[in-house]
């Protein structure tokens, strides 16, 4: 913050680091809003009060830039990670074993190393950085506190004969407020002994913040180990500062009777002529126009000591800590800005990664040995992840290979069950053929006189296994060329309506009960499927669960449609007849298997395999005695 006053619109006085005379341009003090709001200019807010006299005072503060904002970000990013890294770990410890059981996943386990590899040396850096640019700071500051010592010893020098005048020391005050105007520092004149001559701000010492004496550190240092400036830390109160103290000495072949207090220097007279300054071990080539009274002038005195200047420095530690704040601030706005690059780095990588490995495992668990499984293109097929997809490719290829054999085998397998199956229902009717027409032959070979009898009751018996046998080709034929598929939008509904009028049962033989959805009419039960393949299935249950009950009971057959929450519909067909037995419930559906002395166990397998190809599937339940229960899912058209 810095501030001005002004009277009749002339700066009179300021402090602070804005330059007022400059920056501040004297028409802004016409303006109504700088008394009201205050005016935001070139990074500044001004803001002024009027006082009596056409006084006016203006305050001004630094505006939040960018980069103040950022600071602030990354403070509270910065402190809310380090809050819940705090949480995260005093929450793994309370857990105990359980935490030692927590498992990453591939990619979280990526990103984890990866921000760990980058923000550790990014810390270790950043500390290293603020550590010498601290450092260096440091030594700026004394560098400058030194230069502005050498130039009030300077300016001091230029005036030495007030210096060795006893007569003089009541000027020696206005002495130092002169110099300590010309360096711009406060000033502080001690004799050889320590005490306080003269001060460029008498007002401290009469308040007693600063003692009247020299600090006896910085004595010791100038007097006994003959050093040229001691800069010490010293305290006014809760004020810390930086102090810096200088000998003044005499110059080269100055005769000194007295020091800056006019105490008498030496033993006897006091008189005694001041050492001979050092020659410098190398020269330097002298300007061209170098005058060397001048320089014998400002040449550095090595005589005795006159007295000590101290120049304290009450803004040494606000100016260290401004620089500090600055350099904290931009190390902390540029390690969240790398932490957070970093961070998605670290995300894409991870990302990039794991993705041909979730590509993998995609492809893994579509792996079938019914449908068709695809090859893996991967580009870079040299490193670790390439390596692994080819043996994944192997794998699908052999895969490929072993699916053609097993169903090769399986359709080998197939056909040579159905051979003997074939072969088997047509010995059965082939064996009374053959013995009825050996019967015939024997009886003609008799000359029985009831041939003719025999001709007919034997021709009407191998009408019959005749029949029987064209009723097994057509059932094989038709299990193994089922017609063609013509899928078409249907509604279910109305086909289940159907199919149950044409089996509804008379009074007296039993019931047939149809449940349909209340918004069956609405034409929601529509799917994708072939019209004769499904009426063919509704028959074939419809038939099969009449049959099923025995001559005991009254059929009592349930046929309901209801809607699924998954997009599909239900069909149920339940009977109350003898249930099917534990040992052929894994044969149902197996072609020519029947528990009917008339059925030629094609009907289900033939429904089964229509279903399936619709996208559906078909299931029963039993209960032995009670009754079974035939469900149909199927798919309602999109």
């Known amino acids: 913050m810095s501030y001005a006053g002004y009277n009749k619109g002339q700066a009179v006085y300021s402090e602070g680091d804005f330059d007022y005379a400059n920056r501040l341009p004297a028409e802004l003090l016409t303006d109504p809003r700088l008394y009201e709001s205050g005016i935001v200019r070139k990074g500044h807010h001004h803001y002024a009060v009027r006082g009596s006299r056409d006084r006016t005072v203006v305050v001004t503060t630094a505006t939040y830039s960018p980069g103040d904002w950022l600071a602030n970000f990354s403070f509270q990013f910065l402190l809310s990670s380090f809050f819940w890294l705090l949480m995260s770990g005093l929450l793994l ?165 007295a020091d800056l207090a006019g105490h008498a220097i030496g033993p006897g007279s006091g008189r005694r002529r001041a050492a001979p300054a050092r020659p410098p071990k190398a020269l330097l080539p002298l300007p061209v126009g170098y005058d060397q009274t001048a320089a014998d002038d400002t040449a550095l005195p090595t005589g005795p000591i006159l007295g000590y200047i101290g120049i304290p420095f009450f803004d040494s530690e606000k100016d260290l800590n401004t620089k500090l704040t600055e350099l904290f601030t931009t190390i902390l706005n540029i390690f969240t800005l790398m932490f957070l690059l970093f961070l998605a780095l670290a995300f894409v990588a991870a990302r990039h990664l794991t993705a041909p490995l979730k590509l993998i495992t995609e492809k893994l668990t579509k792996t079938t040995l019914t449908g068709e499984n695809e090859l893996l293109d991967y580009r870079s097929s040299d490193d670790e992840i390439g390596l692994l997809v080819r043996e994944y490719n192997t794998m699908v290829t052999k895969l490929e290979a072993s699916k053609r054999e097993l169903a090769a085998q399986e359709k080998e397998a197939a056909w040579r069950e159905m051979a003997r199956q074939v072969a088997h229902e047509i010995k059965n009717p082939l064996t009374p053929m053959k013995l009825s027409l050996q019967y015939l032959q024997k009886a003609i070979a008799e000359r029985r006189p009831n041939a003719e009898e025999l001709i007919g009751r034997i021709s009407q018996t191998l009408i019959t296994q005749i029949d029987v046998l064209t009723d097994i080709a057509t059932s094989f034929s038709t299990f193994t060329n089922l017609p063609a598929m013509r899928p078409e939008r249907l509604d279910v509904a109305a086909i289940l309506r159907r199919c149950a009028a044409l089996y509804q049962p008379d009074a007296n033989d039993g019931s047939l009960e149809l449940h349909l959805a209340p918004d069956a009419e609405s034409g929601c039960y529509v799917v994708f499927a072939d019209e004769n393949l499904l009426v063919r299935t509704f028959n074939n249950l419809l038939i099969n669960a009449r049959q099923a009950v025995p001559e005991s009971r009254l059929p009592h057959i349930t046929v309901a449609l209801a809607g699924l929450e998954n997009g599909r519909i239900r069909v149920t067909i339940s009977d109350n007849g003898a249930g099917i037995p534990d040992d052929v419930r894994d044969k149902v559906f197996v072609p020519n298997f029947t528990t009917k002395e008339t059925g030629s166990g094609i009907g289900l397998a033939v429904a089964k395999r229509g279903i399936e190809s619709a996208g559906g599937q078909i299931w029963f339940e039993t209960r032995v005695g009670e009754g079974t229960d035939f469900f149909i899912e199927l798919p309602r058209a999109g």
């Open 93 to 257: 410890l309370l857990r105990g074993r359980e935490a030692l059981n927590l498992r990453l996943n591939f990619s979280a386990r990526i990103q984890l190393l990866l921000n760990v590899g980058i923000v550790v040396p990014l810390l270790v850096v950043s500390v290293a950085t603020a550590s010498q640019l601290i450092a260096s700071y440091q030594r700026d500051l004394s560098r400058t506190y030194e230069r502005r010592g050498q130039l009030a010893l300077e300016s001091l020098r230029h005036q030495r004969h007030l210096l060795s005048d006893t007569t003089a020391r009541p000027t020696l005050a206005a002495l130092a407020k002169n110099v300590a105007g010309l360096t711009e520092t406060d000033l502080n004149l001690y004799d050889v002994h320590g005490e306080l001559l003269a001060s460029s701000q008498p007002l401290i010492f009469e308040a007693g913040l600063l003692g009247p004496l020299l600090n006896p550190h910085a004595l010791v240092a100038l007097r006994e180990h003959n050093r040229q400036r001691a800069l010490l830390t010293e305290r006014a109160g809760s004020l810390s500062f930086n102090a810096l103290y200088l000998p003044v000495r005499a110059g080269v072949g100055e005769t000194v009777v």
